[in-house]
């Protein structure tokens, strides 16, 4: 190469460089910019024994939560939620609603707790023995 050549392919590479600096930093700044989404109820579907409470049912049933860690008192929801939270919502893929849980990572806060809850959950187990559960599911 001579002398000019290496200056044109230098500079070749550095315009390339800055290029590829700018864009990245607007998209990174693009993001901070939207900021954490507000906390709101998402629902999906999962089967009973998906909730981590130790029934074994295939029984579907929808589960509302809050995208949001608490220090309050545990109930049936904070147990599905670290459950949820443990197995990355569940290794069975494609039940309508499954795919937002593993965008979201199931977090939640004190910031987003529900304040309201299902009053009863009723299902059949593998057995067919009927069983009621409360405080499971969020509700609006």
Request: glycine share 6%; net charge positive.
């Amino acid at each position: 190469f001579t002398e000019g050549e290496l200056k044109k392919v230098i500079a070749t590479l550095v315009d390339r460089k800055e290029r590829r600096i700018r864009t990245e930093t607007g998209r990174r700044t693009k993001r901070a910019r939207k900021g954490p989404k507000p906390c709101s109820l998402h629902e999906i579907e999962l089967t009973v024994s998906e909730l981590g409470l130790g029934y074994e049912s295939d029984e579907t049933v929808r589960f509302k939560y809050c995208s949001g860690q608490c220090i309050h008192k545990r109930r049936n929801y904070d147990f599905v939620m670290e459950h949820m939270q443990l197995n990355n919502g569940s290794s069975e893929k494609g039940r309508r609603g499954r795919d937002n849980v593993k965008k979201d990572k199931t977090r939640y806060a004190p910031c987003c707790r529900p304040t309201k809850f299902e009053k009863k959950m009723s299902f059949f187990d593998n057995k067919e023995r009927f069983y009621t559960i409360q405080n499971v599911s969020a509700r609006a």
